[in-house]
């Protein structure tokens, strides 16, 4: 007998479920080796189901006990079935053009400095060595971070905090961060290395 739980994981809507399995007997099993006796089975689903409603109603009295403006906890919003935006921000219309400006420079500079290291190595023959195909590598991994990852991140910040780009992308970009960033580590380390 195995018990078996479920949560769907909105924070606001919590639901779960429970239920037992009889995984006894059968042509393979002649014993019908249970590691849980017949009458613990209910006494265990009775306790579950308790846990699950005393998480649901303190889940419930916290949602509706906390106001938003008070609150210090980052709110939880979901877009498109997505969990990207984590934390509303709010910001009034000097500050949005303030931060664009600074990260749109951020992320212009970033690429333009990477694409010189890149075009550097390349067109100069005296820079063509072992060592600097290191720092290309450590160029090419940054210009990725650059051109996947910063521009959507400025966005999301500008908009409060909300991802717009959809559920798909949602995970293209955590799959693309990770990995650019893991790649610019890890020339680093082998820089370091060399």
Request: glycine share 10%; charged share 10%.
């Amino acid at each position: 007998m195995v018990v078996v739980g479920a949560s769907n994981g909105s924070f606001g809507n919590m639901r779960s479920s429970f239920m037992i399995e009889d995984r006894t007997g059968g042509a393979g099993d002649p014993g019908g080796n249970t590691m849980i006796s017949e009458g613990l089975g209910p006494r265990l689903l009775k306790i579950a189901q308790g846990a699950a409603e005393a998480a649901a109603a303190a889940a419930a009295e916290a949602v509706a006990t906390t106001s938003p403006s008070t609150s210090s906890q980052p709110q939880v919003m979901e877009i498109n079935g997505t969990r990207c935006g984590e934390q509303i921000l709010g910001y009034g219309q000097f500050e949005k053009v303030l931060i664009g400006a600074v990260l749109t420079m951020l992320t212009l500079s970033t690429i333009c400095g990477n694409m010189l290291v890149v075009i550097s190595v390349c067109f100069v023959k005296k820079l063509r060595q072992p060592s600097n195909y290191l720092i290309v590598s450590l160029a090419v991994a940054d210009l990725s971070v650059a051109l996947a990852v910063m521009p959507f991140v400025s966005i999301t910040d500008l908009i409060g905090g909300q991802w717009i780009f959809g559920q798909f992308f949602c995970n293209v970009f955590i799959a693309m961060d990770v990995m650019c960033c893991t790649a610019s580590i890890m020339s680093l380390c082998v820089i370091s290395i060399d």
